[in-house]
């Protein structure tokens, strides 16, 4: 069966089960649940396959465990799962291949990898995965190579970026901030920003995850990484001419001028 309009669940406290919507299997306007604190799975949703519109959107369900349910999921026009503070599993989301604008993760407090996204090979969508601080694997988003911006902050236990070695272009916004990588070396294969923004990686001692990096269509913009001292990693684009926007770097361990690294003196 087709739902053409979506399926709201909102602040519905005593709500502890979707049994009895099995018959569903596309919905043309998207699902939002949210603040349903009493709901632990989503079992009563396992038909369904295709979600169109809003796409998926799951926040601020207290009680809910994991996506269960949602086990056929083949494609989504977004998938945003925020503040669920119980939730320890997206492994249900397995089917998924197709994203095709949106992919939020954020502040599920005890959620510890992506498992469940391994699947999705889409490209051209937004990805922010922020504030869950029990993340310690981006690992499952291994199959992404192209999308539009990608913003990583605030995962407290994330120690890399090992998962998003498949990347090659993100046409807008790469933002990765307040974290305990030492490395952004699983970015090796970008060849292709929009704008770059680095900020608050306080382990952070070089660049050479952006060695490859051939073309920032904006900005550059690089702050307060107490240990940042290399950025011969930035090299190849700042030489090539295919960067002509503004250029701020400071409050690091080393702060060159794009002068200084055209000069070669890229690091101390």
Do not use: W
């Not at 739902?3 to 502890?16: K, V």
């Not at 396992?46 to 959107?57: D, P, V």
């Not at 490209?123 to 990583?152: A, G, P, R």
């Not at 702060?255 to 070669?264: A, S, V, Y």
């Amino acid at each position: 069966m087709v739902l053409n309009f979506s399926l709201t669940l909102i602040d519905n406290p005593q709500l502890e089960s979707l049994e009895g919507l099995q018959n569903i299997s596309e919905i043309a306007t998207g699902v939002l649940l949210q603040q349903n604190d009493a709901l632990v799975n989503l079992n009563g949703l396992q038909n369904i396959q295709h979600l169109s519109g809003n796409g998926l959107l799951i926040g601020s369900n207290q009680g809910l465990i994991s996506l269960e349910g949602l086990n056929n999921l083949v494609e989504s026009q977004s998938i945003e799962i925020t503040s669920n503070s119980q939730l320890s599993s997206i492994s249900a989301l397995a089917s998924l291949t197709t994203i095709q604008s949106r992919l939020e993760v954020s502040g599920n407090n005890l959620l510890a990898n992506l498992n469940g996204l391994d699947n999705v090979s889409s490209s051209n969508f937004d990805v922010k995965i922020t504030n869950n601080y029990e993340l310690s694997s981006i690992s499952s988003l291994s199959n992404i190579s192209q999308i539009n911006s990608l913003t990583i902050y605030g995962n407290e236990e994330l120690s890399s970026l090992t998962g998003l070695e498949g990347l090659t272009t993100i046409t807008g916004n790469l933002y990765v901030g307040s974290g305990i990588y030492s490395t952004i070396d699983a970015l090796q294969n970008v060849t292709t920003i929009g704008d770059l923004e680095i900020s608050g990686l306080d382990f952070l001692t070089n660049l050479d995850g952006l060695v490859n990096v051939s073309s920032i269509d904006s900005d550059i913009e690089i702050r307060s990484c107490d240990a940042l001292v290399d950025f011969c990693g930035l090299t190849n684009v700042i030489t090539s001419g295919n960067f002509n926007g503004t250029y701020d770097v400071g409050s690091n361990a080393y702060n060159p001028t794009q002068q200084d690294i055209i000069e070669g003196n890229c690091s101390q």
